[in-house]
């Protein structure tokens, strides 16, 4: 698990029965590093005390959102937190996420419909653009099923909420069901994937041991990258502009995350770092060479991202040689589409298996089909770029993506470079459900 040293979390609890367990969350986090400052509804407060949630995190509790009784005693050492009527707002300022667990059914309709008269929601809605809001739901199945509950969800994610999501188990209700909130390590360990970058280096802790191991460690990745050329003649192509320097960040940044890493590389100049790294590299010319390729890595593949811009049409026939250009003022190449490697391995796909493809688009439709893409290609995640923003895709040093998943996230992040842009989207396939 990835250390929580040194970061800041605020705790949010609100009224579902598993707030019982909000202490143990508390726990959990103190054990990885952070400095937690819990925060309770009334709702809260009846499942658990504010004492027990002090205790476990070792600091004051918040418990409303009016100045002077918000604290549960002992006072508060920190300005940052008293004597002030927007405390809420240094608070938030101050955090480096915040952990809503239980996140209850009225939390999240309160939380998209933007009603902030309590002291969980009130923080949440005070959080700089950047740091991450973090929900786990807890409740009954029914509700949980409920259309608004889930809707409410949908769009809480498509907005940049990340959504640890409950799991099936027994039920305050005595029922057995979906709905139940994850054990208080699992959501830790989640919770930390999402704040702290995955592949920041293993610390020591105190005693010695090992503060945690690195998120991929144990996994095999699949990556293809770079163009296709097909063949026109022995010497002329049907190719694309693609340099393969986002599926080499990629490669590199896997590695360091402790994945047993394997590229297929279209044409493109040499990356002499991936051998360093110990990337498993192979290349190949077209997209039947690329789909050959990738067929034989794919059984034993955990995760598969397919960033390569494959030419969609080859000539249907290569000439021998070089083709003469003779009298003509025109010449007429028929194509014939190339395989879609993606769709072709997405048929086979094991459910333990997690597929990303990559879509590159432009005009105000490139989120549709993007997210038409991550549907018809029956992938866990899409990542598009949009050919119009500046600094973005082929070529460049930096790229500008959104990401999306199959459980209805979207992700947009602002302009970065690709060593940047690959710990987003591998730190994101860590923690899809
Ligand atoms: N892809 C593939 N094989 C192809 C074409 C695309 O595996 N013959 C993969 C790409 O690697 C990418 C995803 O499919 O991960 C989307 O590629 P893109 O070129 O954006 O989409 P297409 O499916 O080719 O559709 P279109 O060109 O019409 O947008």
Same mark, same amino acid.
């Given at each position: ?12 609890? #609100? ?6 367990? &909000? ?23 009846? !499942? ?75 923080? /949440? ?22 259309? %608004? ?27 057995? +069901? ?19 970058? =995955? ?6 802790? %105190? ?40 599926? =080499?960040?990629? /490669? ?9 890493? #394997? ?7 040499? !990356? ?17 060479? $690329? ?26 026939? &290569?000439?021998? +040689?070089? $083709?003469?250009? +003779? ?8 194509? *014939? ?11 086979? *796909? ?7 493809? !990559? ?70 396939? #860590?923690?899809?459900?």
């Amino acid at each position: 698990m990835p250390s929580l040293e040194n970061k800041r979390i605020i705790l949010g609890v #609100t009224g579902s029965i598993a707030a019982i367990k &909000a202490p143990a969350v508390a726990r959990e986090l103190v054990r990885a590093g952070a400095s937690v400052t819990c925060v309770a509804t009334d709702g809260a407060l009846q !499942f658990t005390t504010a004492e027990e949630l002090s205790e476990a995190s070792g600091q004051p509790v918040i418990i409303s959102i009016f100045s002077g009784q918000e604290h549960h005693p002992p006072a508060p050492s920190s300005s940052q937190r008293r004597g002030s009527d927007v405390w809420h707002v240094h608070l938030a300022r101050s955090a480096d996420a915040m952990l809503i667990a239980p996140c209850s059914a009225s939390a999240i309709g309160m939380l998209r419909t933007g009603i902030y008269d309590n002291a969980v929601t009130l923080v /949440a809605a005070s959080l700089p653009k950047g740091t991450p809001l973090v929900i786990v739901p807890a409740m009954d199945e029914d509700m949980w099923l409920q259309a %608004a509950v889930q809707e409410n969800l949908a769009w809480l994610k498509r907005h940049g909420v990340f959504v640890i999501e409950p799991v099936v188990g027994k039920l305050a209700s005595g029922l057995t +069901g979906m709905g139940r909130m994850p054990e208080p390590e699992d959501i830790v360990e989640k919770f930390a994937r999402i704040v702290a970058p =995955a592949s920041s280096p293993v610390s020591g802790s %105190a005693n010695g041991e090992p503060a945690g191991t690195p998120a991929l460690q144990g996994k095999r990745i699949l990556i293809t990258g770079g163009p296709t050329y097909e063949p026109i003649d022995a010497v002329r192509f049907i190719g694309n502009r693609s340099s393969g320097k986002m599926a =080499a960040a990629l /490669a590199i940044e896997s590695k360091h995350m402790g994945a047993d890493v #394997t590229l297929i590389l279209g044409p493109t100049t040499p !990356f002499p770092l991936l051998e360093k790294e110990g990337v498993s590299l192979r290349t190949v010319g077209t997209a039947e060479e $690329m789909l050959q390729a990738v067929n034989a890595e794919t059984a034993t593949a955990d995760i598969i991202i397919m960033s390569a811009a494959v030419a969609d049409f080859a000539p249907e026939h &290569a000439s021998e +040689g070089k $083709m003469k250009k +003779g009298a003509g003022e025109t010449m007429t190449l028929t194509l *014939k589409k190339t395989p879609d490697i993606l769709a072709e391995i997405s048929k086979s *796909k094991r459910p333990d298996q997690i597929i990303v493809g !990559f879509a590159l688009e432009k005009g105000d439709e490139a989120e549709d089909y993007a997210r038409k893409k991550l549907l018809e290609k029956n992938l866990d995640m899409i990542v598009m770029n949009n050919i119009a923003d500046e600094g973005a895709g082929f070529g460049y040093d930096t790229n500008k993506i959104t990401i999306f998943t199959k459980s209805g996230e979207r992700i947009a992040l602002p302009l970065m470079s690709k060593e940047q842009c690959a710990k987003e989207i591998l730190n994101r396939i #860590t923690i899809l459900p």
